[in-house]
């Protein structure tokens, strides 16, 4: 469907919001979404965008409603997977394995195989059936070498369904394979591996450890009360007095002529150095005795 110009662009800025906002901001994003379909609710992306949107934010039968709307307009099948886990989102799992086993999976490409095994295999795990949920994600996609964009989600899913039912020598095994396929870190393989293997991260950025003080040793605090402070304590220091033969020099070079000035300059620096002699004599004497 066609929209004015004005219009398609008033359109097209919220869902460029929605797609920028959907991970970090939920709610920002489904803000977005209800402004484009208030604007073009007969337009398939747009539908498709508020139904990702609601689903970002947990209302699943809003985002099935849209889904299932989007569907109708496009008679595309992408959506079937994230359909089904709507079901799911609903407290019906088994609706989502009914979807599971519809003919709209074989059209899927094989992303969507994968994500619709991944669905089945979470609603059999709400059932209770966790052997079942093991056997649904075992397939040739988890047995591949080869690293494709699900790899990651796949394998965490097995060692994770595996963990459940008690099997761990072979759940940590398929999550260090999670680890290596995880490229991006869209998973927490590593962390969940870490558990196993029993590490313990530490902050490094730890009060403790960062200003240098051992367990037990608080820095104390200071009470906002003036008695709890430390008193200030003032020290005088005393004037120091000046000779009084430098005085009088001093007046003599100030009251005098530019030549006096000159020569009492002089004299002075002839006092200085004799003084200096006498004091060198001096230190050299005591050393002596």
């Known amino acids: 469907m066609s929209l004015p110009k004005g219009l398609a662009e008033d359109v097209s800025r919220n869902l460029v919001m929605v797609a920028r906002l959907i991970d970090e901001d939920p709610e920002g ?9 208030r604007l073009a609710s007969r337009v398939a992306a747009v539908r498709e965008a508020a139904g990702f949107a609601a689903y970002a934010n947990q ?10 709307a989007a569907r109708r307009m496009t008679g595309n099948v992408d959506l079937w997977p994230v359909m089904a886990d709507c079901e799911r989102g ?7 394995l009914d979807m599971a086993g519809a003919p709209e999976v074989q059209k ?17 795990r709400d059932m209770d059936q966790l052997d079942a ?38 759940a940590r095994e398929w999550f260090a394979k999670a680890v290596e396929s995880d490229k991006d870190g869209s998973t927490d393989a590593s962390d969940r591996l870490a558990e196993l293997d029993g590490v313990e991260f530490m902050d490094a ?18 009470e906002r009360d003036g008695d709890s402070f430390p008193e200030v304590v003032t ?4 004037e120091t ?13 100030t009251d005098g002529s530019v030549g006096e000035s000159q020569g009492a300059v002089d004299s002075d620096d002839s006092h200085k150095d004799a003084d200096k002699h006498a004091g060198a004599d001096s230190s050299k004497d005591e050393l002596e005795d």
């Open 108 to 124: 899927l490409d094989k992303a969507g195989q994968v994500e619709m095994r991944l669905v089945a295999a979470g609603a059999r």
């Open 29 to 37: 994003a489904y803000g977005y979404s209800r402004v484009a379909l």
């Open 133 to 170: 949920a093991i056997v649904t994600l075992q397939s040739p996609e988890l047995a591949s070498n080869s690293v494709q964009p699900w790899t990651a989600r796949l394998r965490y899913a097995y060692a994770d369904a595996l963990l459940a039912a008690g099997r761990e020598g072979e």
């Open 235 to 238: 020290v005088e220091v005393p």
């Open 241 to 253: 007095e000046v000779p009084e033969t430098e005085a009088v020099e001093a007046a003599e070079e």
């Open 59 to 68: 209302k699943y039968s809003e985002a099935l409603a849209e889904f299932r």
């Open 90 to 96: 609903l407290g019906r799992p088994e609706r989502t």
């Open 205 to 222: 950025f730890d009060e403790d450890e960062h200003d240098g003080r051992g367990e037990g040793q608080d820095e104390p605090e200071l």
